[in-house]
């Protein structure tokens, strides 16, 4: 068998070790999915129409999803402070706790931990690089992490009143985005073919820390 199609075959098997059928913990496929998606979600991405978009389904499907969420104190609704006539969608401190004890995708996280950061690090430039080289048209790219995304740009380093400012700035909401958001999903990403530099710098502090 070519090597290519072996690795594509081990692909697609661990893509569905996450799956299963009815619930787990109480809350079905969709509903783990849009309590993972808000757990990562920037403040731009934690929307009910961002949320409907990343899960695929009708806005009236994802405000079910978000009631069902709601009446287990998993999430809560809130003006967002840039724009108040939107409301954010925001995990709780027990949706945060649910997510860390019972994702079903926390085993295939665990699994790929086990491989060492070296190793995590490889495995994901190179599915990075296999996202790179499909077409466009051939994926369902619904939402990434923002250092990788062609809009974001550096600032520099600057202090407000003895206050640090944001290290970042997004060129799409022309808004300011830290260090830490950089790490957080987006669904209005566009993905740069070069490798960020921010990624670079957290990689050798990862391997760092390792050792
Ligand atoms: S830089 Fe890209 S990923 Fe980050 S907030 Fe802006 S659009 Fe979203």
New binding site residues.
Partial sequence: MPLAREAVELLVQAARAWYFEGNQHGLRDREWMALRFLGRA?R?SRTPSALAGFIGATRATASQIVKTLESKSFLVRKPSPEDKRSVLLNVTAQGEKCLSQHDPVNHVVNAVTALGTEECIRLRDSLRDILNHLDAAHQRLDASI?RD?M??AERSPSTSKGRATAEFM?R??RAP?SLQETELL?T???RTRDRPKIEEHLDRARVASQG
């Fill in positions: 920037n731009f923002c995304c809009f974001l997004c799409l909401y985005v987006c209005s990403f566009e």
